[in-house]
Each structure stands twice: as C-alpha cells, then as structure tokens.
C-alpha cells in the first residue's frame, strides 16, 4: 500500500500534476503483476517521505496506458525525475535508493 505521500498519476491528472509542477517530480511506472514494482514501492514511499519538498507519484500503467506510450515506457519499473515539464533523469530496473537519492537532489536543486 502506497503511503500518503505518494500520489497516485493517471491519465487525467498528469499533465497538471507533473508535466506542471514548479519542482522536481519523481514517477514511477508500475504494474501490480509486475515483481520488480512492488519490490520497489517501499522504497518509493520512504523517498516521498524523506524528501516532502519532492513530488512522488505511481502511475499503474495498466490504467494509464497513453502516459506510459507518451513516455515510450516499455519496461518496468521505470522511474522518470521531470523537471519543469521535462524529464531529468531516467531508470529502468530496480536501482539503489542511493542512486535515486542522488538523482533526486540533483534535480531539486
């Protein structure tokens, strides 16, 4: 289960909720069939709540299928760091918190 701080993204509400945010936004692409995913959703929620100035969100590709064919996602989890409407920094796999950490304050700064 997602924490309160992680948002849920979907076809609706993406382009107001990440492609238009004043500060970095962090993405996950997720299925709830997919292993990787959830083994990484802890992690996920402890990012969103380490970094309250960052804006963290899932967006279930099952349900959302235009924003993952918008972004080219073909495999996940992929986690996509926007930054004023564009993306950052980009993982497919799982990856080290570490790493996503330093992606993070990269892209906050």
């Keep these: 289960m997602a924490s309160d701080a992680v948002k849920e993204f979907s076809d609706d509400n993406f382009s107001s909720e990440v492609l238009s945010a004043d500060g ?8 709830p069939w997919c292993g990787p995913c959830r083994q990484i959703a802890p992690m996920i929620d402890e990012l969103a709540n380490e970094n309250p100035s960052i804006t963290v969100g899932k967006v279930n590709i099952d349900d959302s299928p235009g924003i993952a064919q918008q972004f080219g996602i073909s495999s996940i ?4 760091i926007f930054k004023g409407g564009e993306i950052a920094e980009s ?3 799982v990856r080290p918190k570490a790493a996503l950490q330093e992606a993070l304050d990269s892209a906050s700064s």
């Excluded at 989890?77 to 996509?80: A, E, F, G, R, S």
């Design 24 to 31: 970095a936004v962090l993405v996950d692409f997720w299925a």
């Design 77 to 80: 989890p992929t986690l996509l």
């Design 91 to 93: 993982f497919v796999g």
